[in-house]
């Protein structure tokens, strides 16, 4: 999923975590452990280097691995093998940790933003209810095949 990634804009350096920051990796395993990193300085150091940060009003994109569902995500071994949603982690990354049971939400309806401006919590009825509003509810599967390629 990495095959758009390739045209960086300018500031982001490197997408590819090489195997210097996979050796690195190992060692915060341990300063996590003992508490010399908490949890959130962890995902900032990770999450900021697949990001385009752009100014404050603009949607900020995520420059890694990008699910189906459009959504960024990544993974971080030392702290889950599972992968973490790009978009959800930039949340915490500003605000602490998401409160169980809540979505977060785009206000810019950009799945693959991160910019924590344009992101907000909300239940599973507000992600309906905003997904009524943006007009991107219930598009029946059979009509996305006929969207327009331009
Ligand atoms: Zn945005």
Known sequence: MMS???ACPPGVVDIEMN???RWKEIKRRDELAS??????????????????R??????????GSVKDTGYGQFTINSLQKAPLRAHR??????????PKGLHVLHHCDNRRC??????????????????????????PQMLRHRQPTA
């Open 54 to 63: 752009g100014t404050a009003g603009e949607c900020w994109l995520w420059m």
């Open 114 to 139: 991160v910019n924590a401006r344009h992101l907000f919590l909300g239940t599973n009825h507000d992600n309906i209810k905003d997904m009524w509003a943006k007009g991107r509810a219930v598009i």
């Open 4 to 6: 758009a990634g390739r």
């Open 19 to 21: 195997y210097r920051d």
């Open 35 to 52: 508490g010399a990193i908490t949890r959130s300085e962890l995902l900032a150091l990770r999450f900021w280097p697949f990001v385009a």
């Open 89 to 98: 982690v930039a949340w915490e990354i500003a605000n602490g940790p998401i």
